[in-house]
């Protein structure tokens, strides 16, 4: 199985996340209220919301050129890092940190990480058979 380089294109959409990333956290943290730095600010969730609707789409997009076996597999090891991982927090933050217990909070980032781990190459690479 061959991989397609993609990276032309993402690699660009990575660069203007991290300067707007940069540049919103220097507008909050400097508490700076003149229409420019609002407008970072807003031009920064604008894009956070269209890279949350463009990595689904490219996951589903890409998923059509890997074996369907190959998926499954994937797909397991996310739930299992799914699970592991917010059950994992869970027992931790109960233990050190009763008071502060947000379930939500942790599924989400336990399931941001379990997609991370377990889908990255199938949205940044397209198989290709050899």
Wanted: charged share 15%; proline share 4%.
């Amino acid at each position: 199985m061959k991989l397609s380089n993609k990276f032309g294109w993402m690699k660009n959409i990575y660069i203007l996340s991290s300067v707007l990333t940069i540049a919103a956290l220097i507008v909050i943290y400097t508490k700076t209220n003149s229409p420019f730095a609002i407008g970072i600010v807003v031009v920064f969730g604008i894009h956070a919301f269209s890279i949350c609707i463009l990595i689904p789409i490219m996951l589903i997009r890409n998923a059509k050129f890997y074996p369907r076996k190959e998926l499954k597999k994937r797909f397991s090891k996310f739930i299992g890092f799914f699970v592991t991982t917010t059950v994992g927090t869970l027992i931790l933050t109960k233990l050190f940190v009763p008071q502060a217990l947000s379930i939500t909070r942790i599924a989400v980032n336990g399931f941001g990480l379990a997609f991370g781990l377990s889908f990255t190459d199938v949205i940044l690479f397209r198989s290709k058979p050899s």
